[in-house]
Each structure stands twice: as structure tokens, then as C-alpha cells.
């Protein structure tokens, strides 16, 4: 496949057309056709006739677009963050076009309104693209088909496709896709209720191992992220904000900034109370990034940090510990706790997470360019584009189609790209520049102490029992959580469903809820609530097996009961959960891991599982701990059932790159405060896993007949229970407080 990095073109006026137009086919110069599909409500204009008036072009261009030169190019809609899908929803289409795809081109799709959302979160690409982009393929196949019908004078039934030609078997006649594209330009449109799928035994590209597309010029330093940016004239700027949320600006040094080598200007933006928007703060201008930050080194700013105060990680775990003993609000009552209590052996522990920075390999930052016209053009790594343009007209002032939105590469989201300060930074600094286009950059800094949603730290404090027959009886868990600047509701990211596991899994089940106030912003981090609940629950669950004398896999298979579905609880609009997918799994992963055979001492096994994102996942960790607690995790096995795999290659990549990424947060990161201020700086007090410390890896799917659900969440959540369990079958260290290094694993 070829992909191509250029921009969609402008959206143009919409008109209303019919049914028969929901598709439409176009000829480019020459012949040719362009194949889209439209959504209800929207409408694509048409542009004059060709010269021999059977083609008409759309604008903006659709899905799939074919020329007679064969030249085959898909769409690429939504933003590309490493998760892969610039590649796995192209080969959706190209599956159900059956187009060779080593020889397709990939078109990245700016942000238009033709090709229904696009945004990168929530594992939800491919859910919620599989079936449109087949029918894309599927019809635009039909019509191919039909063309080469017209033009040999044969039936349709004895045609056939592969790798982007037509064949007539019975008399070896072959055209290519180009060779028929002029023709098909100009046929009906059917009835999507006569396009046929193909059965999943006849793919040929969907489930196979495709590298990526991008893979070329990343590894050969192309410039594709949203750092690499280069326009004609471009300056460059930094930005800086209070370190304490909600800060505002009293004053700077201006004068002394601007007269710096390279400075062309300093300015303090008012800003706005948005803390996933344009905060207050002071930027710089300058004729190179080094020039902007060496300014900004020098920059000193009065700040109002009255807010701080209160807010620091020890107020915060002084305060959690308070309300434990103060009791919270009753969110889930079943059954009755206190009597299962006190006929079962119970166990008690309190268990915490922290707050976590994203820690995006590349730094936020977005190049502007404001036009004469009053609008602005961008060039942003946003996963929420459409957010971002509607917080930029809204910030500023300017009429939403008045904002361009190109999608370059990301270098890493994780979420933090949900959110879209630095682009509404970007467009403030560049309305300022006298039409010189700007590329703002944040230092690394900068992205440590300015997560606009963090991932929220946690408490729990739990009690559980089991029975005589060594069965899980009882649980209660008391949850505090943070809530933004009150105390009513839990801010982003910080909630924990009624229906969380156990619940609905056992007869007696209780949670209480406290909120305590922060002033640190919170949100989605990958797997979203699912990173820290599932360490808290599966580690627990583990430590009531081993009250219990049971093996931690029988106990879990045991907990899960019979197969079923579990349908929501009234009220909750989570998704059902399938007992059956997630006890295969766990099988699955426990039978690929050698579970039941025998390790040294100091050595063990941990197994973990969680439903998060509609994917059911289990994982086996296998680690080393010498007597000194020098920690060495060998092995991660995973078990996933997310429906069928789209792109092999990147599936593992998915699930290795949550295995990795699961295991440093674990293990070594904590973002902490200090009167309202982030502590941690930079990778040296925020460190990742490096390559020796990397685990190996076996990824095992269950290729299940369900729909199709992502992979960029489902696995994430699982790493740090299945390894901290896997400690405490090594060394009977249990870890209740998260990262790992904050236990002295240490044993004799």
C-alpha cells in the first residue's frame, strides 16, 4: 500500500439528493470513479459535467476513488495515533472491494463532513466503521462488477474478483479496476439491500498480518507527526501557564523576553477558566524553537496560585484516610453483608493508585496559520478534531468553517489528545503573528505539569469473606475518589460503576462512595477507570483465594459462574457481560502459560483478568524476584477475545504495546503534588520501561463470531494485577499500593 500524506480538499455545499444518490460515482480527468458513502442528513455537491457528460466528480472526495490509470485510493477518515488504523480501516474497504492492498494508496482525510465521525478513543474505529466501510467496498465491487458485465455482454453470475481485477473464468478475460472505471462511472447505483457481504471464510486481507502503512517512513525519519511541520515563512512558539490549576497571570518580565536573540514577541492572553482550554498565560514568538524556549527559560512570571493551597498528595491520602473511617454514601447494596461477614473468613486491606500523567512520546503542540479571510488553518494531532474546531470557534470567535483541520500523526494519545488546549493555544499566538504560520510546541515540561485530565488516583478500602466451601461471599468496598472543586459528583475518569465485578457476580455485595475535592483536572487515560480499578479488584479477588487455600484460576472460574450473559443492572448503561467469553479466556491464558506447572522459590505466576471496552482479556504474568527485591518480569502471556481481528500484525502490537505501557505505570510511575503544583518534571522522576526490562510476550486471540470491538483499550488494565499477583506467589508480598517500586519486595 501507498500512503499518501496530502490533506482532503474543502468541504463544499451541501445539496439534497436522493436515495439513488446516497453513492455516487465520478470520473476524474480522462474517465474514472469515485465511490462515497454518504450519512443521512448530508449531501455531497456536484461539479460540471465531463466533456462527454457520463462522469460527474464529488467534492469532497468519498472512500474509494479509482482511475482509469488503476490507480486504487482509499480514504484514511479517522486520526492516526499509533493505534494503527490508518491502516486496519482502509483494509476494511479494500477487503470487500477485493483490491490488491500492497498497491493501494492511503489518503489521510482532513476533518470533513462526509465520512461520519472522526475521532480516535474509546477502542471505538473499528466497531463503529466496520460495517459502513465494508458496504463501501462491497458496492463500489458490485459496480465493477456490472461495468465488466456491460462491456463483455456476459451475465454477472459468471464474473469474479481478486486483487483488483475482474475475470471471466470461462474465457480467461481479466480487467483491471482502471480498465473499468469510466464504465462503472456511469451505471445505477444498486440498492444496498442487494449488496452481498462476504462470508468471513472468503477474506483474504482482513486478519492477516499487514504492517503498517506509515512503517517506511518512520523508520527512514520522514516527517509525518505533528512536530515535523514545516511551512513556508513559519515561526515558532512556547507557552507558559501557572503551574498551579487555575492560575492566572500578574505579570511578566515582556521587556526583557522580547529584546532575546530570535524573540519577536511576548504577550500575556487573558485566557479563559477552561482547563482543557485556552488557561492564561504567556507566549513567545520566536524564530526557532530553540529561540522560543531558551526566552522562556528566562521568563519570569507573577502568578496568582491561591488555589494551591490543600492540595497536595499528602492532604489527599490524610483526607481519603478520614473519610474511610467516616463511612461513605451508599451507592450498591445486595444481599446481606454483614451477617456473610460474619459467618465466612474475612480479610481486609486498603489499596491506592496515583495520578498519572499520559506521557505522550511527543509533546503537545499544533502549527496555525491565520489567513487573510479571517480563518485559520491547522495542522493538529487531535483525537477529537471536531471538538477541537468547535473549541476554537467558541474560544475565539471565528465561524467554524472558517477552521481547516489537516490530521497529521501522532506520536502517541492515550487520551491526552482527547483534549484540545494546545490547539486553541496555536490559534491564539497565530492570530497574533502578522500571517506568518506558527508551530507551537510544549516542552516536556510543560506536558508533565499541564495534563488538562490526568489519570485520577484512587483508595479502597475493602472487606471481603469467603464461605465454608471456600466460595466468594461477601464484599464491600468503600471507594474514595476525587471530584473537580466539589464534592457532589466524581470528576472524569474517577467513577466506579454499581455494576463494577464482583458485583452481580456474588449474593452479597455492598460499595460506598467519598468524594474529595481537587483542583487537579482528571480523564480518560487508556482504558479509562478500567487502569485502576481492575489492579484494585483482581488483586483483591486474589488475596480471598489465597484466604481460601484455592487455586487463583479455579477461584476465578468459579466467581464467574455458569455461562451466561449478564445484562446491565436497571439504570446503568454499561454493556452485558459474557461469562462464557471471559472464562475462555482465562483458560486460554492460563492454559498457554504453563499455569499449573511448578517454579522455583522466588519465582511465580499471577493471573488477571477484566472486561473494559466490550473486549474480554486475560493475562498470566510470570516474574523473578531475587532475595534482595530486585524485581525481573519474564513472561506476560494474554488471552483476548475482541470479536474478529482486523489486522493481525497490529492486534499484537495493541496488546504488546498494553503490556509494556501496563507495566511501567505499574511499576514505576506516580505523578504527585505539592500545593497544587506537579512534582515530577520530566522522564527522570517519570520514568518509562526501558528494552531490558521488557518482558517477553505471547498474545493469543479467540477469533469469535461477535462484533468486531477495539483493541487500543481492553488490554491495558489487566497488566498490573496479573504482576503484582505474580510478586506475591514469589516473595507473599502482596502489593496494595501502586507503583511496585513504592514496596520493598525484599525476602529470605
Known amino acids: 500500500m501507498k500512503p499518501t500524506p496530502s490533506p482532503s480538499p474543502s468541504l463544499a455545499a451541501s445539496a439534497a439528493f436522493s436515495r439513488r444518490d446516497f453513492l455516487r460515482v465520478t470520473a476524474l480527468s480522462g474517465g474514472g470513479f469515485m465511490l462515497g458513502l454518504a450519512l443521512p442528513g448530508e449531501a455531497w455537491a456536484q461539479a460540471a459535467p465531463a466533456l462527454d457528460d457520463t462522469a460527474k466528480i464529488f467534492t469532497p472526495g468519498p472512500f474509494i476513488k479509482i482511475t482509469p490509470q488503476n490507480i486504487i485510493t482509499i480514504l484514511a477518515k479517522n486520526p492516526e495515533t499509533g493505534q494503527g488504523v490508518r491502516t486496519s480501516l482502509p483494509m476494511i474497504v479494500a477487503e470487500e472491494l477485493d483490491a490488491d492492498f500492497s498497491k493501494v494508496v492511503i489518503e489521510q482525510a482532513g476533518l470533513r463532513g462526509d465520512v461520519g465521525a472522526q475521532f480516535a478513543g474509546g477502542s471505538r474505529s473499528t466497531p463503529d466503521n466496520y460495517l459502513l466501510l465494508r458496504r463501501a467496498g462491497a458496492t463500489a465491487r458490485a459496480m465493477l462488477l456490472a461495468a465488466a458485465a456491460q462491456t463483455w455482454q456476459v451475465r454477472v453470475e459468471e464474473l469474479s474478483t481478486d486483487k483488483g481485477e475482474v475475470i471471466h473464468a470461462a474465457t480467461g478475460r481479466r480487467l483491471t479496476y482502471g480498465a473499468l472505471a469510466t464504465t462503472a462511472a456511469t451505471l445505477p447505483i444498486p ?3 442487494d449488496i452481498k457481504l462476504k462470508s468471513e471464510s472468503e477474506f483474504k486481507i482482513l486478519g492477516a498480518r499487514v504492517g503498517g502503512v506509515d512503517n517506511p517512513a518512520i523508520v527512514t525519519g520522514r516527517a509525518l507527526f505533528g512536530i515535523d511541520q514545516r511551512l513556508p515563512g513559519m515561526v515558532y512558539a512556547a507557552y507558559e501557564k501557572c503551574p498551579v490549576y487555575g492560575g492566572k497571570v500578574l505579570g511578566a518580565n515582556l521587556a526583557h523576553i522580547k529584546g532575546l536573540p530570535g524573540v519577536r514577541d511576548a504577550f500575556i492572553v487573558e485566557g479563559t477558566d477552561n482547563l482543557s482550554g485556552l488557561l492564561p498565560g504567556v507566549a513567545i514568538i520566536a524564530e526557532s524553537t530553540w529561540a522560543a524556549f531558551s526566552a522562556k527559560r528566562q521568563l519570569q512570571v507573577e502568578w496568582d496560585e491561591s488555589a494551591g493551597p490543600g492540595h497536595s498528595s499528602a492532604d489527599y491520602a490524610a483526607r481519603a484516610a478520614l473519610a474511610a473511617k467516616a463511612g461513605g454514601k451508599r451507592v450498591r447494596n445486595d444481599g446481606d453483608v454483614a451477617t456473610a461477614f460474619a459467618a465466612g473468613k474475612l480479610v481486609e486491606a486498603a489499596y491506592s493508585y496515583p495520578f498519572l500523567n ?4 511527543e509533546p503537545q503542540g499544533c502549527t496555525a496559520w491565520a489567513k487573510e479571510d479571517g480563518g485559520i488553518e491547522f495542522w493538529t494531532t487531535s483525537q477529537t478534531p471536531g471538538a477541537g474546531q468547535q473549541l476554537v470557534a467558541d474560544t475565539l470567535k471565528i465561524p467554524k468553517e472558517k477552521l481547516k483541520l489537516n490530521l497529521v500523526r501522532a506520536g502517541g494519545g492515550f487520551g491526552r489528545r482527547l483534549a484540545n488546549d494546545y490547539m486553541v493555544e496555536a ?29 485520577p488516583a484512587g483508595y479502597h478500602f475493602l472487606k471481603g469473606a469467603v464461605d465454608a466451601a471456600g466460595k466468594l461471599s461477601a464484599w464491600h468496598n468503600h471507594f474514595v475518589t476525587f471530584g473537580l472543586r466539589n464534592t ?11 455494576d463494577e465485578l464482583p458485583a452481580r457476580f456474588i449474593p452479597n455485595y455492598r460499595l460506598e462512595q467519598s468524594i474529595l475535592s481537587t483542583i487537579v483536572p482528571t480523564g480518560p487515560m487508556r482504558a479509562p477507570g478500567s487502569n485502576g480499578l481492575a489492579f484494585v479488584m483482581q488483586s483483591f479477588i486474589d488475596e480471598l483465594a489465597h484466604a481460601a487455600g484455592r487455586d487463583p484460576v479455579e477461584f476465578r472460574l468459579e466467581l464467574l459462574g455458569d455461562d451466561r450473559v449478564v445484562p446491565p443492572s436497571p439504570g446503568q448503561r454499561g454493556a452485558p457481560y459474557d461469562a462464557g467469553r471471559m472464562k475462555a479466556v482465562v483458560r486460554l491464558a492460563a492454559e498457554k502459560a504453563g499455569w499449573s506447572g511448578p517454579l522455583p522459590r522466588g519465582e511465580g505466576r499471577g493471573i488477571a483478568f477484566h472486561f473494559s471496552h466490550s473486549g474480554y482479556v486475560a493475562m498470566v504474568a510470570e516474574v523473578a524476584v531475587t532475595p534482595a527485591g530486585v524485581l525481573r518480569v519474564r513472561r506476560v502471556t494474554a488471552a483476548v477475545d475482541v470479536g474478529p481481528i482486523i489486522n493481525l500484525s497490529g492486534a499484537e502490537n495493541q496488546i504488546q504495546g498494553s503490556i509494556i505501557d501496563g507495566l511501567s505505570t505499574a511499576w514505576l510511575q506516580e505523578l504527585t503534588f505539592d500545593r497544587g503544583r506537579a512534582v515530577q518534571s520530566n522522564f527522570h522522576d517519570y520514568p518509562l520501561l526501558r528494552s531490558p526490562e521488557t518482558p517477553a510476550m505471547s498474545v493469543n486471540f479467540i477469533q469469535s463470531k461477535n462484533p468486531p470491538t477495539g483493541l487500543g483499550e481492553p488490554g491495558y488494565p489487566v497488566v498490573p494485577p496479573a504482576i503484582c499477583n505474580a510478586i506475591f506467589a514469589a516473595t507473599g508480598r502482596r502489593i496494595r499500593q501502586l507503583p511496585i517500586s513504592r514496596t520493598d519486595l525484599q525476602w529470605s
Open 191 to 193: 440498492d444496498e439491500r
Open 358 to 361: 499520559h506521557a505522550t512520546l
Open 427 to 455: 490559534a491564539a499566538i497565530a492570530l497574533r503573528t502578522g500571517g506568518a504560520p506558527v508551530k507551537l510546541t510544549w516542552t516536556r515540561e510543560d506536558d508533565m505539569r499541564h495534563d488538562c485530565h490526568h489519570r
Open 488 to 498: 457532589e459528583r466524581p470528576s472524569s475518569g474517577a467513577t466506579l460503576s454499581p
